[in-house]
Every structure is written in structure tokens, then in C-alpha cells.
């Protein structure tokens, strides 16, 4: 929607005005795709016929190729196809359509084998090939005469807009996206969300508005969402903010596995405000889950067993097991007959099985599970729950401070050929390194492997005094997991919640609040998993007066996490390390803001020693560093 009046409105010219002032501030060629708002609606049962007044006409398209150029075209960049179409047309029946239809078919045939890209105002669908036609979607015949032509040529992106939200499907080998909007949200849409419908929620909810910035490889593309509200406001980053972006697509070394606790792929019933669709139910996956865990680069999910029975999810799963995602599956007890068989699907990518059950049905389950292990190209874990537990993952899995349980487990010698390993909990009080380093003491010459769970989220009473202290805490564990991840990547960390929750005895903050906008936990998280190389290795935890420190040591050079957090103890940093590792310059980055400054170890830790209330954790670089490295 380039203009915002209906094509008959007297103001349209004006408007077309007022968009060409505005880009002239563009230094790179721009190409247009044509709306709703810029050559009239789409034919639809509700509009079964052209009105001049409301939908696509021959003179709509005439002024629009006016005011802004060919209403479809193509050009080609590095052997790249682009194509833009006039997705209003289709099903119009207007001879417009039946001259795109021809140019369209001949396009794609002259340039067949080439890397084709889509760019149209109407989304296929939203979650479903199958979906009614209504307001937000391409109707059949055309829907599907479109997506055939497409496949038959192997399209491999369309990039649709209309909806002012984000949506993302894959078929056939086509990623299908639809962009957020730089300027409005949709608010019919804001039904997606457990939260109360307030002015910020709505229409102006920032967090939602930006653009797609698409990189494209010689093999594959990756899209980045840029917010808006990254990019200037409270949480602007600096001009380095591009250095600082991952996807999940491209994401490299291991990452954490993130506990998808709330539903991650549910549909709501979207009630549109107007006419067009008041007597309808219009059921729509909501993709903003898939969108934050993205932005942070994640790909490994854990999730329950029901998932996978609900046929609607479990296809999500196959196709997210087709981009890269792993798959951590919880079920209560061995798996009857229904759940061994989707396990066995090999189009859903399950990397761990975690069975949960008391203690004293351990030996009952050895039988069932070693024939599940035997069958199975994925792992399977025992995880011990407790009746008396409090009502959160920090009570559940075996801990290192009941060694009783843990001396019986291991005298159990028929879990040996039934399971790989066991659900260890990290306690809050307890440091993921630390909790590592005693599980990998206990386990050592056993062979069994252990699976973390480290709580990473504010599980506290509600009490404003503590919130910071809170905040402060839980980024510190984020970070130590997700280095203790790419420093063991042959393991699995879980880190919980992703989501913001306030519905019980405890509040728990989350990576992402209640609409799936970011926290300083998921910036954390994708920073991180920007920075980090892989693999990483030597990793070292140090408590001194400015807080915990980690050192690790990746591709020749050094990497201090100041997280800002932890016991504050008597040690100091420059007795293990040489004089010249603690004044050698470095890039220190604030993980939350992603602010960059060049700086030494010394003068970051004098710096951040003072500031303990507001410290979010850093991650100090320090580069071509070998000399360094041979003189520890």
C-alpha cells in the first residue's frame, strides 16, 4: 500500500506526492508492488462483481502505472529472478488478469532453473493451503493455479504484505512470508494474545513494526526482521546493530534448547471489525513465537509429546524439521503404540526423548525403553519427578545434592542399555558451570550422559525491591548457558521460560513478554549467538569483586563474559591471568543494547565494579591473541 485513500478518492494524487517526496531520501533502487489501498480490492463473495467504486478496475490500474510505474514486471540481480505481480487481479476475471497470467507463465518459462523470488500485496494463505478465501488471503481458483505455477518452477521465496503482520509458511521447497508493516498493526490480529487489549497492545504495539531484511547466499536466504524499535527508542542499538543479528537459519556451533512451556503454534479465532467478515470464524496460527525464536538464533525446542498428536502441529514440526530445528519430545511414562509411531516419523527431527516417571518406576520402564532406544535415531533420558514438588522445573530431575538418589540410580544396572542419560535440574542457588562441573563429576566413567535444565527466568515472589536484583540474576544464567552450550555442544541445555508468565504462585520474566516482543533476555540470547564462535573451548569461571567472570578461548582468540552477576569473592582476575591478557585492548559488547567500545579487561571490570544495580552482562573479545595464549 504505497498511498492511503481508495484509488477514487480525490486525494490520491496528492498522496502519490507525498510518497515520492518521501523517497527521495532512498540511495539504492527501490521497486513497487501495488495494493489494495493503491488499485482497488480483490473480487471476493462479498464483492462478486467490479465496482467502481471499491474494487480493482482497468481505470484504477491506469492511474496507479500514472503515478508509479508498471503495475508487474521482473529484473534480474547476480542471476537472481525477482518478480512482481498485481495479486489483486487474480479471480477478477478483468482482462488485466488474463494478460498477467500469460506474461507470468512466460516469465517463469525463459527463466526456468534460475533462483526465482515473488513479490505480491496478497499472502497465498496465512496458515493453511486449504484456508476459506477471506479478506487477508488469495481466493481459489486463483490461489491454487498461483501456488501450482509456482512449485512447477521452484519458486523459492514469496514475500507478500497486505496483513500488517508476520506470518511464515513452507511448501513444497517455497518459503512464503508475510511482512510486518513499517507504519500500522492490524489490530483484529492482537487476538492472538493472553493480554488485555490496552492503546500499546493494539495498533501502535512498536515492537511489531519494521522490515525484512533478506541476505541472500549462493545456497539459500535468510531473513532478518528488523524492528523498528531497535533501532531507535529505548532499546535503540548502536550503528553496529547489524554485526549483532542471527537467525536461526544460519545460526552456527550449538546453541540452548528453549522450553516452549505456553502453546507455540495455537490458532485464534480472528474477529475482523468490519463487514467483510463479521459472520465468519476465521482461525489463524499465530506466527510470532516462530518469529522471536528466530531472532534469537535458537533451533533446538523442547516440547510435549501432544504436540506431535495434533496433526495441525505436528506438520508445523515437520516443516521446522526441514529448515534445522531439533526437537527435545517430554512424555509421561514409556510410549504406548500412537506415540512410538510419530517418533518414528522420520520427517520430524526428535534429537532427545525425555521420559518422565518417579523414581520408583525407574526399573519397571527399562524393558519398554531399551526396545524404544534400540528402534530410535534419537536419545533417550530418564527425568525423576517428585510428588512433592513446588510447581516448577527447578524441582524436577535428579540434583548433585541428593546423592542418595543419584548412588541408587546408578546401581541400576539395567537403565545401562535402556536409556543414555538422565535429566539433571540446576538449582537456582548454583551456577550453570558449576552445576555442569559437579553432574560431569558424578556421571564420569558411566556412560551416561547428562541433559540440563537450568531455570534462566525470574521464579521469585512478586517484590518490587527485587525485580532488578532479579533481571540481574537471570541474564547472568542465560549467558553462562548459552556459553556452556557452544562449549559442550555433544550436550543438551534447557533453559525455561520463553515466555513471560504471571498466572501462578510465582512470576516467571521470560526471553519475550506476553505479545512475543523482546526482553533484554532474548537480545541477550541473540547476541550471543552472534558473537560466540564455535567451536569453544577452556571455559573458566572466576568470582571477583565486580562480579562472576567466564573465560573461554575460540578461533586464536580470548572471550571474557562479565555477567554482571554472581557471589562476590575474594579472587582476583589478574593472578591467574598474565599482566598482558588483563591490559590487552579489546571490543566489549553490551549484550542487551549491543553497544560496542573498544576497551581493556582491567578497565572493564574497575568500570562495571561500580555499577552493580544496572550492569546487564558483556562479552569482552580479545583478538589474534596467540602470543597471549602460549604465555598462560
Known amino acids: 500500500d504505497i498511498t492511503d485513500p481508495v484509488p477514487v478518492s480525490t486525494d490520491f494524487s496528492d498522496s502519490a506526492q507525498a510518497f515520492h517526496k518521501a523517497s527521495q531520501v532512498f540511495s539504492m533502487p527501490y521497486y513497487l508492488v501495488p495494493g489494495n489501498h493503491d488499485v482497488g480490492e480483490k473480487i471476493h463473495p462479498a464483492l462478486p462483481k467490479v465496482d467502481d467504486q471499491v474494487s480493482i478496475t482497468k481505470r484504477a490500474i491506469e492511474q496507479y502505472e500514472q503515478h508509479f510505474g508498471q503495475q508487474r514486471y521482473s529484473f534480474e540481480v547476480e542471476g537472481c529472478l525477482f518478480?512482481?505481480?498485481?495479486?489483486?487481479?487474480?479471480?477478477?476475471?478483468?482482462?488485466?488478469?488474463?494478460?498477467?497470467?500469460?506474461?507470468?507463465?512466460?516469465?517463469?518459462?525463459?527463466?526456468?532453473?534460475?533462483?526465482?523470488?515473488?513479490?505480491?500485496?496478497?499472502?497465498?494463505?496465512?496458515?493453511?493451503?486449504?484456508?476459506?478465501?477471506?479478506?487477508?488471503?488469495?481466493?481459489?481458483?486463483?490461489?491454487?493455479?498461483?501456488?501450482?505455477?509456482?512449485?512447477?518452477?521452484?519458486?523459492?521465496?514469496?514475500?507478500?504484505?497486505?496483513?500488517?503482520?508476520?506470518?511464515?509458511?513452507?511448501?513444497?521447497g517455497?518459503?512464503?512470508?508475510?511482512?510486518?508493516?513499517?507504519?500500522?498493526?492490524?489490530?483484529?490480529?492482537?487476538?492472538?494474545?493472553?493480554?488485555?487489549?490496552?492503546r500499546d497492545m493494539g495498533r501502535f504495539d512498536p515492537a511489531k513494526l519494521g522490515f525484512f531484511w533478506v541476505e541472500v547466499f549462493a545456497e539459500g536466504h535468510v531473513p532478518h526482521f528488523i524492528r523498528t524499535s531497535d533501532i531507535g527508542g529505548s532499546n535503540a542499538r548502536s550503528g553496529e546493530e547489524s554485526a549483532l543479528r542471527t537467525h536461526s537459519w544460519n545460526a552456527i556451533g550449538a546453541t540452548v534448547t528453549v522450553d516452549l512451556r505456553l502453546p507455540w503454534c495455537e490458532e485464534a479465532d480472528i474477529p475482523t471489525p468490519w463487514g467483510l467478515e463479521i459472520f465468519e470464524r476465521k482461525l489463524v496460527r499465530n506466527d510470532y513465537p516462530l518469529a522471536a525464536l528466530w531472532e534469537m538464533g535458537i533451533r533446538d525446542l523442547r516440547i510435549p509429546i501432544s504436540d506431535l498428536l495434533n496433526p495441525r502441529v505436528l506438520q508445523r514440526v515437520k516443516d521446522?524439521?526441514?529448515?534445522?530445528?531439533?526437537?527435545?519430545?517430554?512424555?509421561?511414562?514409556?510410549?504406548?503404540?500412537?506415540?512410538?509411531?510419530?517418533l518414528a516419523d522420520p520427517a520430524v527431527k526428535v534429537k532427545a526423548v525425555e521420559v518422565v516417571a518417579l523414581l520408583d518406576q525407574w526399573s519397571d520402564f527399562a524393558q519398554p525403553l531399551q526396545e524404544l532406544r534400540e528402534d530410535a535415531d534419537f536419545e533417550v533420558y530418564l527425568h525423576a519427578v517428585r510428588p512433592e514438588v513446588e510447581g516448577w522445573t527447578t524441582h524436577h530431575?535428579?540434583?548433585?545434592?541428593?546423592?542418595?538418589?543419584?548412588?541408587?540410580?546408578?546401581?541400576?544396572?539395567?537403565?545401562?542399555?535402556?536409556?543414555?542419560?538422565?535429566?539433571?535440574?540446576?538449582?537456582?542457588?548454583?551456577?550453570?558451570?558449576?552445576?555442569?562441573?559437579?553432574?560431569?563429576?558424578?556421571?564420569?566413567?558411566?556412560?551416561?550422559?547428562p541433559l540440563f535444565h537450568i531455570p534462566c527466568v525470574a521464579m521469585d515472589w512478586v517484590m518490587k525491591p527485587n525485580d532488578a536484583l532479579a533481571a540481574r540474576e537471570e541474564l547472568a544464567r542465560v549467558a553462562e548457558a548459552l556459553l556452556l552450550a557452544r562449549a559442550k555442544p555433544e550436550l543438551s541445555f534447557v533453559i525455561d521460560n520463553f515466555v513471560q508468565l504471571d498466572r501462578g504462585y510465582c512470576n516467571c520474566s521470560g526471553?519475550?513478554?506476553?505479545?512475543?516482543?523482546?526482553?533484554?533476555?532474548?537480545?541477550?540470547?541473540?547476541?550471543?549467538?552472534?558473537?560466540?564462535?564455535?567451536?569453544?573451548?577452556?571455559?573458566?569461571?572466576?568470582?571477583?569483586?565486580?562480579?562472576?567472570?567466564?573465560?573461554?578461548?575460540?578461533?586464536?582468540?580470548?572471550?571474557?563474559?562479565?555477567?554482571?552477576?554472581?557471589?562476590?569473592?575474594?579472587?582476583?582476575?589478574?593472578?591467574?591471568?598474565?599482566?598482558?591478557?588483563?591490559?590487552?585492548?579489546?571490543?566489549?559488547?553490551?549484550?542487551?543494547?549491543?553497544?560496542?567500545?573498544?576497551?581493556?579487561?582491567?578497565?572493564?571490570?574497575?568500570?562495571?565494579?561500580?555499577?552493580?544495580?544496572?550492569?546487564?552482562?558483556?562479552?569482552?573479545?580479545?583478538?589474534?591473541?596467540?602470543?597471549?595464549?602460549?604465555?598462560?
Open 174 to 198: 517455497m518459503h512464503q512470508f508475510v511482512l510486518p508493516s513499517t507504519g500500522i498493526i492490524r489490530h483484529d490480529y492482537m487476538e492472538f494474545f493472553r493480554d488485555s487489549p490496552t
Open 320 to 342: 521446522l524439521s526441514a529448515l534445522g530445528h531439533g526437537f527435545t519430545v517430554v512424555l509421561f511414562g514409556p510410549p504406548d503404540a500412537a506415540r512410538r509411531a510419530v
Open 397 to 449: 530431575g535428579l540434583h548433585v545434592d541428593l546423592q542418595d538418589e543419584i548412588d541408587w540410580v546408578l546401581r541400576q544396572d539395567q537403565l545401562s542399555t535402556a536409556v543414555d542419560g538422565f535429566v539433571f535440574g540446576t538449582r537456582r542457588g548454583m551456577s550453570p558451570v558449576e552445576g555442569y562441573e559437579a553432574v560431569a563429576g558424578l556421571l564420569a566413567g558411566t556412560g551416561y550422559k
Open 511 to 632: 526471553l519475550v513478554d506476553r505479545l512475543y516482543n523482546p526482553k533484554d533476555g532474548s537480545r541477550l540470547v541473540a547476541s550471543l549467538n552472534a558473537l560466540l564462535p564455535a567451536p569453544l573451548g577452556k571455559l573458566t569461571s572466576y568470582e571477583i569483586e565486580a562480579g562472576r567472570v567466564l573465560s573461554a578461548e575460540g578461533d586464536g582468540g580470548l572471550l571474557f563474559l562479565l555477567t554482571g552477576s554472581g557471589a562476590v569473592a575474594s579472587t582476583d582476575l589478574n593472578n591467574p591471568l598474565p599482566e598482558k591478557i588483563a591490559t590487552t585492548p579489546g571490543h566489549l559488547t553490551d549484550l542487551v543494547t549491543g553497544r560496542t567500545i573498544e576497551t581493556t579487561l582491567r578497565a572493564a571490570i574497575e568500570a562495571r565494579a561500580g555499577e552493580r544495580q544496572t550492569t546487564t552482562p558483556a562479552l569482552l573479545r580479545l583478538d589474534d591473541v596467540g602470543i597471549l595464549l602460549n604465555d598462560r
Open 83 to 172: 518478480l512482481v505481480i498485481n495479486s489483486l487481479l487474480l479471480n477478477s476475471g478483468l482482462a488485466e488478469e488474463r494478460e498477467q497470467w500469460t506474461w507470468l507463465e512466460q516469465t517463469l518459462l525463459d527463466h526456468a532453473g534460475k533462483r526465482i523470488f515473488v513479490f505480491a500485496h496478497y499472502p497465498l494463505y496465512l496458515s493453511a493451503k486449504d484456508e476459506p478465501g477471506y479478506y487477508d488471503n488469495i481466493d481459489e481458483p486463483g490461489r491454487s493455479r498461483l501456488l501450482d505455477l509456482l512449485e512447477q518452477y521452484r519458486v523459492e521465496g514469496y514475500y507478500a504484505g497486505h496483513v500488517h503482520n508476520f506470518f511464515y509458511n513452507l511448501r513444497k
